[in-house]
């Protein structure tokens, strides 16, 4: 079952594919939910059922021509407006990245190490990553020392777990049954 979040993503996924921008719509996207989390006032100027449509539309409108950003993105936010959905920007942002990296074939990974990746390392893996899962791989990478060695990546719900300290709780929980 798809939520209300997830229809207002979908239509801005298929607006997005078929205007051949899709990475331009989603970087202006996540620039706006970043100006938008940001400033209280404005969460709340959209928020509020007291200020008429027409003013939230002619003050979206400034924004998006401020940033540079598309009419793509503006009409965007004026059906949210129209719908009264502004209050589920993040959460339809959020929705709209999933939902575009899938259409195009990339899988978001999550991948953590013991130790900084250098850039040899980082192509490698994503290309190991691509040949497991046959999407294109878009990582995201931090540093955990307390993996002793080795590194954890999860890919939606897989999690890949090469990592020393996992090699160790399996080899101590063996030992205890032996």
């Not at 331009?24 to 706006?32: M, P």
């Not at 999407?135 to 090469?162: F, H, M, N, P, Q």
Request: proline residues 1%; glycine residues 8%; hydrophobic residues 45%.
């Amino acid at each position: 079952m798809r939520t209300v979040a997830g229809e207002y993503a979908g239509a801005l996924a298929d607006v997005a594919l078929a205007s051949g921008r899709a990475e331009v719509l989603r970087q202006e996207v996540r620039s706006f939910v970043e100006l938008a989390a940001g400033s209280a006032d404005l969460r709340n100027f959209l928020d509020s059922p007291a200020i008429p449509r027409e003013t939230k539309q002619e003050l979206l409108g400034k924004l998006v021509k401020q940033m540079g950003a598309s009419n793509e993105l503006r009409n965007f936010l004026f059906v949210l407006v129209d719908h009264h959905r502004t209050g589920m920007l993040a959460e339809i942002a959020r929705e709209f990245e999933s939902t575009l990296l899938e259409r195009l074939g990339v899988a978001e990974a999550s991948i953590t190490s013991a130790r900084e990746l250098s850039g040899a390392q980082k192509q490698k893996l994503a290309g190991t990553l691509e040949s497991l899962t046959g999407k294109k791989i878009e990582a995201r990478y931090t540093v955990d020392a307390t993996l002793v060695g080795g590194l954890v990546a999860r890919i939606g719900s897989t999690v890949y777990d090469g990592s020393v300290r996992a090699q160790l709780e399996k080899l101590a929980a063996r030992l205890a049954r032996e």
